[in-house]
């Protein structure tokens, strides 16, 4: 097979094959852009090499003959002492994982080529910058060796020479550095550094293959919900140098602003710098503008390049880039990350200037990142005291306690804290801590430094290159002037302005929220600035249109009349689930306590008629909060004892009131309820439809709340729509009980009242066998719901409480699954069966009327599947309704 491609042979498309990274270079150089000579190695080799642990055998000569045509085309020799051709061996991945995997530079470069790189390019100080580069790379990703070994040997020299950068070192400087190197390598690695170039070409290739697997890629990938075998591609690219002195240097830059979305010069430039050294913040970079006033030529071929790369890929881009003495290189380009509210903003700008259609601008933005948009935000109005200011670099307001390192962080996280990651800046060692916080901050770097790159990407709050701020790790203290902070003192960061507080600073809902909750008047009269404005605009164009082109309706998870004015307000069109335990808690637990002690029916009866008023009086505000809309009323689903007091409590009630000499003949007859009603597995016991059927009363009173509620409603001129469900079906049979009985009582209160109560009853599918006998079951009920929290239980046999937290860890990791199956719907297993499901019902009536309402109704890829079905309504937390709104869209175009 072939496996080398060289960068002229591919196209953006090709991401699976050649990884986001080669696609996009092989897009460039077709596009004419100057991106230097060179190949990409397959994600096939990589999972060639995965699978049988060693390189397929006809890399080798594919390899050589790619090297030959970039030789050819550069007029170098790999290998060539006095003309030497130097590659870099770049990993590169279908999905992008910032700095998650290995990169070596300068690779060709030994004891005789570096001598002829000094002469050929007259730099004796950057030949030899370069060469301890490579064996600085090469050992800390190829052999393992520990990074600082060589970072302490460079500050090491730094200081013995009195200077306090890089490029302050010299050539002489640079030879001693070399060979403290080798030694290094040497002593860790029991080898002398490889001098021969096909060596280190092909050691590199199998490092950045390795890579792959290393801890904290996969825990990225395990975060990002990024599959683990995908594998990662190899890209070969001849160098170019950005550390030839002045007139050369390195960049990174955004065609729009990452955070705000607006169209300018974003970036940061670094003169005499290679590589990474722009990311990692070791020294200050420009602001792009910079550029030109120091290169003038280059800048306005970089721009006309960004404008170029926008306009074909018709999005935000962000682009490596290198200047070469005077000479632009293009090095790296993708479709950048982007804030949530920079999404918004991009989608309609570029729906504006007729780049995109306003369906492709829905695509453009995540349900994700909506409801980042939607939390709140600190309060403009409250004292609080600014330590500092920093570059805002991830949006949001996070409150925590200081955690100077990842484990600190994690350790809050465990505690139920939460932290603020503050590092001087951060690198991919600290990325536990970063998913353990809520908040990063870091001194040093900019808009595009490892911290900013990777909160944006997790959708953490991040500020970062808050230079007042002093931040030692060793002494485990944040200092600025004369405050000093250390481990467990709150700070406040506002990654939307940059601002850093000392202490706890309250927050408000953001104006997102405002126009979801309250509209769009009282959204533009909240927001203070242009910007935010644009973006509740934004936000409001992008929901409509969704709106317009969703099929799935949206319901919510209500069984409050607050919850359900709060979820209108957000657009629910219906309440999908209306839970009704907890009208028999509180001060009504007493009359199930009578319920249950009854000991005729005469006095069973008595108490659940007690209930019936006070349902009833629920009933009737939550229909008058959903006057119009349907209202799908779930009948009591838990098991019975729940609503019985704890059995140790009891007990020691009991003992204790007995020792007094106190009359404890309730308490006691309650206890001995209690012990008969233990189940060893209460949620596969008597619940549900099961207790509809062994107490009829318990469904009855329910059914007379409902159907009274309505006619209440109705004569009070209203538009009450509710729907009986009956949770945990499995067999017909049951449906058809329930349902004679509660046809009855419909029957019974219509006569009373004098008006028709004709209300639909439906069954809950969660049962497998109800998904599999589905269409014998249609004819009974009037509509479907799936309700796939317990679906997933009973089809996987997982305890929902018990498993998240016992192996879902080592599940994920050994790639049982990549999302839990509670979170994210399965949809081989569990969606199998609502597929079954729907195509079995709408056999039978074609109309039938079907939703889900498990968890799984708000999670974004679950509500594509659920379009992809056919469903007709997905129902999902208040909170959730914007986000299911704007996914159905999405799933829709
Ligand atoms: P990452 O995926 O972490 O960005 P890259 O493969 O892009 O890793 O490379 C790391 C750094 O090295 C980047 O700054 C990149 O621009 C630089 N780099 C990679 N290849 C070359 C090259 N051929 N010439 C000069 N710089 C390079
Ligand atoms: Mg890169
Ligand atoms: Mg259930």
Same mark, same amino acid.
């Given at each position: 097979?072939?496996?080398?491609?060289?960068?002229?042979?591919?196209?953006?498309?090709?991401?699976?094959?050649?990884?986001?990274?080669?696609?996009?270079?092989?897009?460039?150089?077709?596009?004419?852009?100057?991106?230097?000579?060179?190949?990409?190695?397959?994600?096939?080799?990589?999972?060639?090499?995965?699978?049988?642990?060693?390189?397929?055998?006809?890399?080798?000569?594919?390899?050589?003959?790619?090297?030959?045509?970039?030789?050819?085309?550069?007029?170098?020799?790999?290998?060539?002492?006095?003309?030497?051709?130097?590659?870099?061996?770049?990993?590169?991945?279908?999905?992008?994982?910032?700095?998650?995997?290995?990169?070596?530079?300068?690779?060709?470069?030994?004891?005789?080529?570096?001598?002829?790189?000094?002469?050929?390019?007259?730099?004796?100080?950057?030949?030899?910058?370069?060469?301890?580069?490579?064996?600085?790379?090469?050992?800390?990703?190829?052999?393992?060796?520990?990074?600082?070994?060589?970072?302490?040997?460079?500050?090491?020299?730094?200081?013995?020479?009195?200077?306090?950068?890089?490029?302050?070192?010299?050539?002489?400087?640079?030879?001693?550095?070399?060979?403290?190197?080798?030694?290094?390598?040497?002593?860790?690695?029991?080898?002398?550094?490889?001098?021969?170039?096909?060596?280190?070409?092909?050691?590199?290739?199998?490092?950045?293959?390795?890579?792959?697997?290393?801890?904290?890629?996969?825990?990225?990938?395990?975060?990002?919900?990024?599959?683990?075998?995908?594998?990662?591609?190899?890209?070969?690219?001849?160098?170019?140098?950005?550390?030839?002195?002045?007139?050369?240097?390195?960049?990174?830059?955004?065609?729009?602003?990452?955070?705000?979305?607006?169209?300018?010069?974003?970036?940061?430039?670094?003169?005499?710098?290679?590589?990474?050294?722009?990311?990692?913040?070791?020294?200050?970079?420009?602001?792009?503008?910079?550029?030109?006033?120091?290169?003038?030529?280059?800048?306005?071929?970089?721009?006309?390049?960004?404008?170029?790369?926008?306009?074909?890929?018709?999005?935000?881009?962000?682009?490596?880039?290198?200047?070469?003495?005077?000479?632009?290189?293009?090095?790296?380009?993708?479709?950048?990350?982007?804030?949530?509210?920079?999404?918004?903003?991009?989608?309609?700008?570029?729906?504006?200037?007729?780049?995109?259609?306003?369906?492709?601008?829905?695509?453009?933005?995540?349900?994700?990142?909506?409801?980042?948009?939607?939390?709140?935000?600190?309060?403009?109005?409250?004292?609080?005291?600014?330590?500092?200011?920093?570059?805002?670099?991830?949006?949001? %307001? @996070? !409150?925590?306690?200081?955690?100077?390192?990842?484990?600190?962080?994690?350790? &809050?996280? #465990?505690?139920?804290? +939460? /932290?603020?990651?503050?590092?001087?800046?951060?690198?991919?060692?600290?990325?536990?801590?970063?998913?353990?916080?809520?908040?990063?901050?870091?001194?040093?770097?900019?808009?595009?430094?490892? %911290? @900013? !790159?990777?909160?944006?990407?997790?959708?953490?709050?991040?500020?970062?290159? &808050?230079? #007042?701020?002093?931040? +030692? /790790?060793?002494?485990?203290?944040?200092?600025?002037?004369?405050?000093?902070?250390?481990?467990g003192d709150i700070i406040a960061i506002d990654g939307t302005s940059g601002e850093i507080f000392v202490g706890d600073v309250p927050v408000v809902p953001s104006p997102v929220m405002t126009y979801i909750a309250d509209g769009l008047d009282a959204a533009l009269e909240q927001a203070h600035d242009e910007e935010t404005k644009e973006l509740v605009h934004a936000v409001d164009r992008i929901l409509t249109h969704a709106d317009k082109v969703r099929r799935l309706r949206v319901r919510a998870n209500s069984d409050t009349p607050e919850d359900s004015i709060a979820a209108r307000k957000r657009g629910a069109e219906g309440i999908g689930l209306c839970r009704t335990e907890h009208m028999f808690l509180g001060d009504r637990r007493t009359y199930v306590e009578r319920v249950i002690l009854a000991e005729t029916a005469e006095e069973q009866d008595a108490a659940l008629e007690a209930l019936v008023p006070l349902q009833r009086g629920d009933f009737i505000e939550i229909f008058e909060a959903m006057d119009g809309l349907p209202t799908t009323v779930r009948l009591i689903d838990p098991p019975l004892h729940e609503f019985l007091p704890d059995l140790t409590d009891l007990s020691v009630k009991v003992a204790l009131g007995k020792e007094r000499g106190e009359d404890v003949s309730r308490e006691e007859k309650l206890l001995e309820a209690v012990l008969r009603m233990h189940e060893a597995n209460p949620m596969l016991g008597l619940r549900g439809v099961r207790l509809g059927v062994k107490i009829p009363g318990m469904f009855g009173l329910q059914i007379r709340a409902i159907a009274e509620a309505y006619v209440e409603r109705k004569k009070a001129g209203g538009d009450p729509k509710p729907e009986i469900m009956v949770p945990l079906v499995g067999s017909v049979r049951e449906l058809q009980i329930v349902r004679e009985r509660a046809e009855k009582i419909l029957a019974e209160v219509a006569e009373e009242a004098g008006i028709e109560v004709d209300l639909p009853i439906g069954a809950m599918i969660e049962l497998p066998r109800a998904a599999v006998t589905i269409e014998s079951i249609t004819d009974e009920s009037d509509f479907f719901s799936f309700g796939t929290n317990d679906l997933t239980q009973t089809v996987w046999g997982f305890s929902r409480d018990d498993v998240e937290s016992a192996f879902f860890d080592e599940y994920q990791e050994a790639s049982i699954f990549g999302v839990s199956p509670f979170e994210s719907i399965d949809e081989r297993g569990v969606g199998t069966l609502v597929k079954m499901g729907v195509d079995g019902a709408r056999a039978v009536k074609p109309n039938i009327h079907l939703g889900v309402c498990g968890e799984h109704g708000g999670d974004p890829d679950s509500i594509h599947f659920f379009h992809r079905v056919g469903l007709d309504y997905v129902s999902c937390s208040p909170f959730r309704v914007p986000v299911a709104r704007l996914e159905a869209g999405r799933a829709a175009v």
């Amino acid at each position: 097979p072939k496996y080398v491609y060289m960068f002229s042979e591919g196209d953006k498309e090709q991401k699976d094959l050649l990884g986001g990274k080669g696609a996009n270079l092989a897009e460039m150089t077709n596009l004419g852009l100057p991106v230097p000579p060179g190949f990409t190695i397959t994600t096939d080799a990589c999972r060639s090499y995965m699978d049988t642990r060693s390189m397929p055998e006809e890399i080798e000569v594919q390899v050589t003959t790619a090297l030959r045509e970039v030789e050819a085309a550069i007029g170098r020799g790999f290998g060539d002492n006095d003309n030497p051709l130097l590659v870099s061996v770049r990993s590169g991945a279908k999905f992008s994982m910032p700095g998650m995997m290995e990169t070596v530079l300068n690779i060709g470069l030994n004891d005789q080529s570096v001598e002829g790189l000094a002469k050929l390019s007259g730099n004796e100080r950057f030949a030899w910058d370069s060469y301890r580069r490579l064996i600085q790379m090469f050992g800390k990703t190829v052999l393992d060796i520990d990074g600082d070994l060589f970072a302490n040997a460079l500050d090491d020299l730094k200081e013995a020479r009195g200077v306090a950068t890089d490029p302050e070192l010299s050539a002489e400087d640079l030879k001693e550095l070399v060979a403290t190197f080798k030694q290094i390598t040497k002593e860790q690695s029991g080898a002398d550094f490889p001098q021969d170039p096909r060596e280190q070409l092909d050691k590199s290739v199998e490092a950045v293959f390795n890579s792959w697997n290393t801890e904290r890629a996969v825990l990225y990938r395990r975060r990002e919900r990024i599959p683990h075998d995908l594998g990662t591609a190899v890209n070969v690219c001849t160098m170019v140098f950005g550390n030839l002195g002045e007139g050369s240097g390195t960049g990174v830059c955004f065609t729009r602003d990452p955070a705000t979305g607006h169209s300018g010069v974003y970036g940061d430039y670094l003169e005499d710098a290679q590589g990474e050294d722009v990311v990692a913040g070791i020294r200050n970079t420009l602001p792009l503008a910079e550029l030109e006033k120091l290169d003038k030529k280059s800048y306005d071929e970089l721009r006309a390049a960004m404008r170029r790369l926008e306009t074909h890929y018709r999005d935000l881009c962000d682009i490596e880039f290198t200047v070469e003495k005077g000479k632009l290189w293009l090095l790296q380009t993708r479709v950048g990350k982007r804030t949530a509210a920079a999404a918004f903003r991009v989608a309609t700008q570029l729906v504006d200037e007729k780049l995109i259609t306003v369906d492709e601008s829905i695509e453009r933005v995540t349900g994700a990142q909506l409801s980042q948009l939607m939390f709140p935000q600190f309060d403009e109005d409250a004292d609080k005291t600014l330590l500092a200011k920093g570059m805002a670099a991830s949006p949001g %307001a @996070a !409150v925590g306690e200081i955690a100077f390192d990842s484990v600190q962080a994690q350790e &809050a996280q #465990a505690a139920g804290r +939460d /932290a603020i990651l503050v590092r001087r800046e951060t690198n991919p060692d600290d990325l536990p801590g970063m998913i353990a916080a809520i908040g990063v901050l870091t001194s040093r770097g900019g808009k595009t430094s490892h %911290a @900013a !790159v990777v909160a944006r990407g997790m959708g953490t709050t991040c500020v970062v290159g &808050a230079e #007042a701020v002093t931040i +030692d /790790a060793a002494k485990q203290e944040l200092r600025v002037g004369d405050t000093v902070l250390t481990r467990g003192d709150i700070i406040a960061i506002d990654g939307t302005s940059g601002e850093i507080f000392v202490g706890d600073v309250p927050v408000v809902p953001s104006p997102v929220m405002t126009y979801i909750a309250d509209g769009l008047d009282a959204a533009l009269e909240q927001a203070h600035d242009e910007e935010t404005k644009e973006l509740v605009h934004a936000v409001d164009r992008i929901l409509t249109h969704a709106d317009k082109v969703r099929r799935l309706r949206v319901r919510a998870n209500s069984d409050t009349p607050e919850d359900s004015i709060a979820a209108r307000k957000r657009g629910a069109e219906g309440i999908g689930l209306c839970r009704t335990e907890h009208m028999f808690l509180g001060d009504r637990r007493t009359y199930v306590e009578r319920v249950i002690l009854a000991e005729t029916a005469e006095e069973q009866d008595a108490a659940l008629e007690a209930l019936v008023p006070l349902q009833r009086g629920d009933f009737i505000e939550i229909f008058e909060a959903m006057d119009g809309l349907p209202t799908t009323v779930r009948l009591i689903d838990p098991p019975l004892h729940e609503f019985l007091p704890d059995l140790t409590d009891l007990s020691v009630k009991v003992a204790l009131g007995k020792e007094r000499g106190e009359d404890v003949s309730r308490e006691e007859k309650l206890l001995e309820a209690v012990l008969r009603m233990h189940e060893a597995n209460p949620m596969l016991g008597l619940r549900g439809v099961r207790l509809g059927v062994k107490i009829p009363g318990m469904f009855g009173l329910q059914i007379r709340a409902i159907a009274e509620a309505y006619v209440e409603r109705k004569k009070a001129g209203g538009d009450p729509k509710p729907e009986i469900m009956v949770p945990l079906v499995g067999s017909v049979r049951e449906l058809q009980i329930v349902r004679e009985r509660a046809e009855k009582i419909l029957a019974e209160v219509a006569e009373e009242a004098g008006i028709e109560v004709d209300l639909p009853i439906g069954a809950m599918i969660e049962l497998p066998r109800a998904a599999v006998t589905i269409e014998s079951i249609t004819d009974e009920s009037d509509f479907f719901s799936f309700g796939t929290n317990d679906l997933t239980q009973t089809v996987w046999g997982f305890s929902r409480d018990d498993v998240e937290s016992a192996f879902f860890d080592e599940y994920q990791e050994a790639s049982i699954f990549g999302v839990s199956p509670f979170e994210s719907i399965d949809e081989r297993g569990v969606g199998t069966l609502v597929k079954m499901g729907v195509d079995g019902a709408r056999a039978v009536k074609p109309n039938i009327h079907l939703g889900v309402c498990g968890e799984h109704g708000g999670d974004p890829d679950s509500i594509h599947f659920f379009h992809r079905v056919g469903l007709d309504y997905v129902s999902c937390s208040p909170f959730r309704v914007p986000v299911a709104r704007l996914e159905a869209g999405r799933a829709a175009v």
